[in-house]
């Protein structure tokens, strides 16, 4: 059987042109697939403040959600519950850096992760740690582990949180009720190790530079050093 030039090269065009649509199907699905997994990718939130007053008990007791009577709105997923979330999804440690706290709500889901066995090391103000209100005073009874800057002359003003050394709060927000409630705030939540790595460094630097013993031989990564 004979094939004419011109069947040939009409068959030659049609298996390039398949050829083609091959390349361009694949490379299409490959991109469709990395969007996907972009977006099962390490967690980016942003939280926006101030937060809307909501009823955020059964964070705290999720057996007991459903007996709350307090008069707030029950079921509202706000900045703050988000917020709450996040930190009480601690299993192992928690690492705080933050210039004021006195919100009770706060340190109440700080105070339970305690108890839970959850190794919490904080790191505050000098200056703000003993105004009234605050919330330290209440930590360091408990137990847990607080220093602060040791020189008089700068403030310890960083805002951010470490939980489970693998996710970051991080913004503007002090753990006030003001700052909740009332301010104009962001706190960014992130799983990038590239951005997580760094804050972990420093939480580590002022954990040791803030230890009044001078001696600097606490493993910083344990978190298991005494109250200070």
């Not at 298996?15 to 697939?33: C, I, S």
């Not at 209100?133 to 137990?143: D, E, F, K, N, Y």
Request: hydrophobic residues 40%; proline residues 4%; contains cysteine.
């Amino acid at each position: 059987m004979q094939v004419s030039l011109a069947e040939l090269l009409k068959a030659f065009g049609i298996g390039a042109a398949a050829v083609t649509l091959g390349v361009e199907w694949v490379d299409w699905l490959a991109r469709r697939l990395s969007l996907r997994r972009g977006a099962r990718g390490p967690l980016k939130e942003v939280l926006f403040f101030p937060s809307p007053s909501a009823c955020v008990e059964h964070l705290y007791a999720p057996a007991g959600a459903l007996s709350c009577s307090c008069p707030l709105p029950h079921g509202v997923d706000t900045p703050f519950a988000r917020l709450l979330g996040h930190l009480l999804s601690a299993g192992a440690t928690l690492d705080l850096c933050v210039f004021s706290f006195s919100n009770a709500s706060l340190s109440r889901a700080v105070l339970l992760l305690h108890s839970r066995g959850v190794a919490v090391r904080v790191i505050t103000d000098r200056e703000y740690m003993t105004i009234v209100g605050s919330q330290i005073g209440t930590l360091r009874r408990a137990g847990i582990c607080v220093r602060h800057e040791l020189s008089n002359a700068v403030h310890m003003h960083h805002k951010f949180v470490l939980v489970d050394g693998k996710k970051l709060l991080t913004g503007s927000l002090n753990w006030t009720v003001t700052a909740v409630q009332s301010n104009k705030e962001n706190v960014l939540v992130t799983e990038d190790p590239d951005l997580v790595g760094p804050y972990q460094e420093e939480f580590c630097r002022l954990w040791e530079a803030s230890d009044p013993t001078s001696q600097n031989q606490s493993d910083c990564h344990q978190g298991t050093a005494g109250s200070q």
